[in-house]
């Protein structure tokens, strides 16, 4: 997992971690480190540089490209998105999380209620 500031989770913080372990083995003799410690630090930390960086970028250009949602215009093209899919998805869209909810509820074949009870 990441966050919007460049942070990591454990979890891949320790993969990149183990993955840096067997970089060193490989490239400690081309490296200017006078031991394997050093050259893993140096690598963890531009590792660690290089993916906070990314992560930034990513979530800015997520910002940027959700700015024209923001004015009116945005909002007119998020209702013409809205109708568009009412129009393709007429019984409600497959992805969303109210749509096994909504074809329980309207008794639709392979929903929960068609399932007959073992008595």
């Not at 809205?82 to 074809?103: I, K, M, N, Q, S």
């Amino acid at each position: 997992m990441t966050g919007w500031f460049g942070e990591i989770s454990t979890d891949l913080d320790s993969a990149m971690c183990s993955a840096t372990r067997q970089a060193v083995k490989r490239i400690f003799a081309q490296t200017a480190a006078q031991s394997p410690d050093q050259a893993e630090a140096a690598l963890v930390h531009n590792s660690r540089r290089v993916l906070a960086a990314s992560i930034l970028r990513a979530n800015a250009s997520f910002i940027v490209e959700r700015l024209p949602f923001a004015s009116a215009a945005g909002t007119q093209a998020a209702l013409r998105r809205t109708h568009a899919r009412a129009r393709v998805f007429r019984e409600g869209d497959p992805a969303t999380v109210t749509y096994d909810h909504y074809r329980s509820r309207v008794n639709a074949p392979g929903s929960w209620r068609d399932i007959t009870p073992c008595h």
